[in-house]
Each structure stands twice: as C-alpha cells, then as structure tokens.
C-alpha cells in the first residue's frame, strides 16, 4: 500500500482536528449586542483562527480542492450558516468564516455575521506563526511571517481573498465614496516595525524587490493597491500614534514577527 502523500496526511490533521471541534448537539442562542460580543474575544483566540487560516490558505494554494465542505463540522447542522454560499470545496472565504467559529463557537447566524468585520479586522494584526510553506528562495523577507490577507497576497491568491471576499461582502458606496468595514488599515509589526497592508504592497512592487514578483503577478497587485487606496488605505506614515487611539507608538512585544 503506497504511503500517503504530504497534502493528504496534513488534510487528514486538519480533519481531526475540525472532528474534535464538533458542537453538533449545542442549541442556537440570541445575538449579544456588538459591544458585548468584541469583550468575548481574546488575543490568543485570535492567534488560534489566524494559525489555521495560514495553514489552509497554504493548502488552498496546493490544491483548491484541497478541503471538502462535507468533511467540515463547522459547515453543518446546527453551523451550516458558516459555509453557506461555499461550493463543495471551501474557497478562501469559506477557510476564513469556519476556521473563525471553529475557535469562537458562534451558534447564532446572527452574532456570527456582525462578528466577522471585527473579528478579520482583528486579524490583520495577527502575524501567521509559521513561514508560509510556498517560499523557495532563502530571502529574510519571504521567511517573515505576515498577516492572512498578505499571506494570500503571497500566494497570488488576491482576487478569492479580496474580490470575492472582502470587497464582494464587506463593502459598500457612501456619497461617491468606497468603503469597507474591515479595518484594512490595522497595523501589524513585522520584526518590530509597524506595517500596514499598503505598506506591504508598496514593499513587494518596487523594482527588483526579494518578493520577486512576476508580470502576471504584479499586475494583480498593482491593482489590488489602486483599489485599496480608493477604499482610503494608508501606510503608517500617513497614521498617527500619538494622536489616535490606531496602534501603540512602540512594537508590543508579542507582536513581534521574524523568520
């Protein structure tokens, strides 16, 4: 009998791991208001869902097919709601909202739904914890372990992230003016510099830049940053520490993220 593959014994992790998680037999309960709901959340919950969103963003990029919607707990009664609209595998989309309830245990559609801006929001402050496993050249930039929407900028996975995620849902028109309610400002410290996700992106397409990014590749984050800034994406110099309440002036410590 041949031994199985690495994709396939890492997805039969995963599916363990979701299998533990299951809360199939727990009833609905009422939404809570927003406020109360952002004080349920904790720093270590967030870095759980962001350490699993990474891993399957780098399984997505492997094989798209790579995570079945029917293997997934957090996709059926009584959490169907989470993986509504996913197809029959899950799209990056899908990856994010059930590996968010996966951690968090929303049972109401509800609050699960008013949860998702603050809780993606949040997100972007989160530093994947391991190196992405697509990387191939021994470049310190490519080993820094980013947030999940640059870690699917790495990936060349922008338009499932952003156009059908992100934008297609999170986004509307306010007198001429786009906008999103998920923070693409948050700032996240990369080796104890603050960075937003504008400043990635001006990072990785100046010429010749270790990102190495090709024509295909560069035009969809050329793109990508003319949207962003039409959506009012700043770098952190345009951004005040000192004056608004947007991110500490000095890297707390635990957000710290290096190769």
Do not use: W
């Not at 530093?127 to 060349?156: E, M, V, W």
């Amino acid at each position: 009998m041949p031994s199985p593959t690495p994709t396939k014994t890492l997805a039969i992790a995963l599916l363990a791991v979701f299998t533990t998680a299951s809360h199939a037999e727990s009833p609905l309960v009422d939404p809570l208001p927003i406020e109360e709901i952002q004080a349920r959340y904790s720093d270590e919950q967030f870095k759980n869902i962001s350490q699993q969103v990474c891993l399957l963003f780098d399984m997505y990029k492997k094989n798209p097919k790579a995570i079945k919607k029917s293997y997934i707990p957090m996709c059926k009664a009584p959490y169907e709601f989470v993986c509504k609209d996913e197809g029959e595998y899950l799209s990056m989309r899908g990856i994010v909202r059930s590996s968010i309830n996966l951690v968090l245990e929303i049972k109401s559609p509800t609050e699960f739904e008013n949860s998702i801006p603050y809780v993606v929001s949040e997100l972007m402050k989160q530093s994947c914890s391991k190196t992405s496993i697509h990387y191939s050249l021994d470049t310190p930039f490519l080993k820094q372990r980013r947030n999940i929407a640059k870690r699917a900028i790495f990936l060349g996975n922008t338009t499932s992230f952003f156009d059908r995620f992100i934008f297609k849902e999170y986004s509307s028109v306010e007198n001429g003016k786009r906008k999103t309610v998920i923070d693409i400002n948050a700032v996240e410290y990369v080796d104890g510099q603050p960075e937003t996700l504008l400043d990635y992106l001006d990072k990785i397409l100046e010429p010749g830049h270790a990102s190495r990014l090709g024509g295909s590749s560069r035009g969809d984050v050329s793109a990508l940053r003319r949207t962003l800034i039409r959506y009012g994406a700043k770098r952190v110099s345009e951004m005040d520490c000192r004056n608004q309440s947007l991110f500490p002036c000095e890297a707390p410590e635990q957000g710290v993220a290096s190769p």
